[in-house]
């Protein structure tokens, strides 16, 4: 495996945090990172983008989060910080790092900015196709971290909400059925 120092690390890093915020080691890992740098990877597939990049941004992309959950606010700016200084140690070009900064920073539903690289498109649709794949996975942790149904249902609504928001056109339609299941069910 191409990336497997990567892989190790975050996989690492989602343990340490699955200890103080969810009830499941392995669950992190297991039910977002993983899926969304498959997803990923098959969008990039599908598109003919750069699976390098791809890859590495979905790597990546919620370090900052798995380091410290305080950094949640602004973890795209902070992970695309982390994930250039692990790459130029590593003696990737500027130019590699530079797309994968702009993916990190652009993968979120919440901070919708305009998307310019094909490969920016995939790791941000593969992380919201993530959360309405694992919504039961959101429920848990949430649950586990103490906050009641009603509270736990609004994070999880407005989160697959958003996620479903910020999908591109073609993966919007691919996943309006599950997206509309999901919403018929939550409070
Ligand atoms: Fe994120
Ligand atoms: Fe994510």
């Not at 499941?24 to 977002?32: C, E, N, S, V």
């Not at 791809?54 to 606010?73: G, K, M, T």
Request: with cysteine.
């Amino acid at each position: 495996m191409k990336y497997k120092k990567y892989y190790d690390l975050i996989k690492e890093q989602a343990e340490i945090f699955d200890k103080t915020q969810n009830c499941k080691i392995g669950q992190t890992w297991d039910y977002h990172l993983l899926p969304v740098i498959k997803n990923a990877l098959m969008l990039a597939d599908k598109y003919g983008a750069d699976k390098d990049i791809v890859e590495v941004s979905a790597i990546f992309h919620d370090y900052a989060d798995l380091l410290d959950f305080a950094n949640r606010e602004n973890h795209h700016i902070l992970g695309a910080e982390l994930a250039e200084g692990v790459l130029m140690q590593d003696g990737f070009s500027q130019d590699f790092i530079d797309k994968v900064k702009r993916c990190i920073l652009n993968h979120r539903a919440s901070v919708v900015r305009e998307k310019f690289s094909i490969e920016e498109i995939c790791v941000a649709d593969a992380d919201a196709m993530s959360h309405l794949d694992s919504v039961v996975e959101l429920i848990c942790w949430r649950a586990y971290l103490g906050e009641d149904i009603q509270t736990c249902n609004d994070f999880v609504k407005t989160k697959i909400k958003k996620s479903y928001a910020k999908m591109s056109p073609q993966i919007k339609e691919m996943m309006r059925d599950k997206y509309e299941s999901i919403m018929s069910i939550l409070l």
